[in-house]
C-alpha cells in the first residue's frame, strides 16, 4: 500500500486513474440505486453491450468513441423503454436482441478499421489506467448533467422507481420521467466504460448501490453511501493491482464483489440479532 502511496503522488498516469474512479462512482452513487430500486440491472446490461455498435461506427467514420457510445446508449435507453411501456411481454427479447446486435455491428465495424483498434478493446474490457484528461472532463461533464437531473426532479424519479400506477394518480408524467430515468442510465455506463469496461459495467452500477441498501433505506442516503462506497472500492482496486501488475478493472470489480458479500453476511447477522432482541423484549419474554 505505502509503494501505491508514493507512485500515486508522483504518477500522473495513477492521479488520472483515481480521478476517473472517483467521477465513475458519483455516476454509480446517484443512478445505481435507482437501478437496484427499480430492478432494471437487465435493462442497464443490454443498454451497455449495444453501445460497442457505437463505439465502433464513430471510430470507422473518424469520430470519437465515446460521441458514439453516448449516442448508441441513448438510443438503446430509448427503444427498450418504448417498447416496455408499449409491449412489456417482448422487453426481455428486445434487451437480448440488442445486446448480441449492438455488440455484432461493433465487431464488423472493428474488423473493417484499418489498424488493430486497442483503444476499441480497452473500452470492452476497461484500462482505467489509460484514460485521457479530456476524457476525464467529459466524465465530469456527464457527471454534472446527471447531478442536476436528480436534483430537478428527485420526487418523480423516486415516485417512478417505487410505485408508477401511484405516481399516475398523482399526475406525474410516468412514460417521460421512466425514459428521462434510462437516458440517465445510459449516460452512467457510457461513464464506465473506460473505468470496468463493457464486461463488468453492471456490477460497479449495482454493487455498491445494493451495499447502501443493507443499511439504509432512504434514496437519497442510498446515493451518498453508494458514492462513498464506490470511491472506497476504486481506490482499493487501484491499490491491490498496482504491485502485482494485475488489470485495474478486474480487480476493481473483485473488491467490490468481495466487499458485497462481506456486506450481505453483515447485514443478515444484524438482522438476525435485532430479531433476536426483539423476541426477547416482546410480550412473552421471561422475567
Known amino acids: 500500500m505505502s509503494e501505491f502511496l508514493t507512485a500515486l503522488a508522483t504518477q500522473g498516469f495513477l492521479q488520472s486513474a483515481l480521478a476517473a474512479g472517483l467521477l465513475a462512482s458519483i455516476g454509480c452513487g446517484l443512478i445505481g440505486p435507482y437501478v437496484v430500486v427499480k430492478r432494471i440491472a437487465f435493462i442497464a446490461g443490454g443498454i451497455a453491450h449495444s453501445v460497442l455498435g457505437g463505439m465502433g461506427a464513430a471510430l470507422y467514420f473518424g469520430q470519437p468513441p465515446l460521441a458514439g457510445a453516448l449516442l448508441a446508449a441513448v438510443v438503446a435507453a430509448l427503444l427498450i423503454g418504448w417498447v416496455r411501456l408499449r409491449w412489456r411481454a417482448d422487453e426481455d427479447t428486445l434487451i437480448g436482441a440488442l ?10 465495424f472493428i474488423a473493417k478499421t484499418p489498424g488493430y483498434q486497442t483503444d476499441l478493446m480497452s473500452y470492452l474490457f476497461g484500462n482505467i489506467l489509460l484514460v485521457p484528461a479530456e476524457s476525464l472532463w467529459f466524465m465530469a461533464a456527464l457527471d454534472a448533467v446527471l447531478l442536476l437531473l436528480v436534483l430537478a426532479w428527485h420526487r418523480q424519479f423516486l415516485a417512478v422507481a417505487f410505485d408508477e400506477e401511484f405516481a399516475r394518480l398523482r399526475g406525474i408524467p410516468v412514460t417521460f420521467f421512466y425514459l428521462l430515468l434510462l437516458v ?3 449516460v452512467t455506463v457510457v461513464l464506465l466504460i473506460q473505468v470496468v469496461g463493457l464486461i463488468l459495467v453492471l456490477a460497479l452500477l449495482t454493487l455498491p448501490a445494493a451495499i447502501a441498501g443493507h443499511y439504509v ?3 437519497g442516503l442510498m446515493m451518498l453511501l453508494a458514492t462513498v462506497v464506490g470511491s472506497a472500492v476504486n481506490l482499493a482496486g487501484l491499490a491491490l493491482s498496482y504491485g502485482p501488475d494485475l488489470p485495474a478493472g478486474p480487480t476493481i470489480i473483485l473488491v467490490a464483489g468481495a466487499f458485497y458479500v462481506a456486506s450481505a453476511l ?3 447477522y444484524l438482522a438476525r440479532q435485532r430479531a433476536r432482541r426483539a423476541a426477547g423484549e416482546g410480550p412473552n419474554a421471561s422475567g
Do not use: P
Not at 99 to 108: C, D, H, P, S, Y
Open 184 to 186: 440517465m442510465v445510459a
Open 217 to 219: 433505506h432512504s434514496l
Open 99 to 108: 445486446w448480441a446486435i449492438g455488440m455484432a455491428v461493433g465487431l464488423l
Open 266 to 268: 453483515l447485514a443478515g
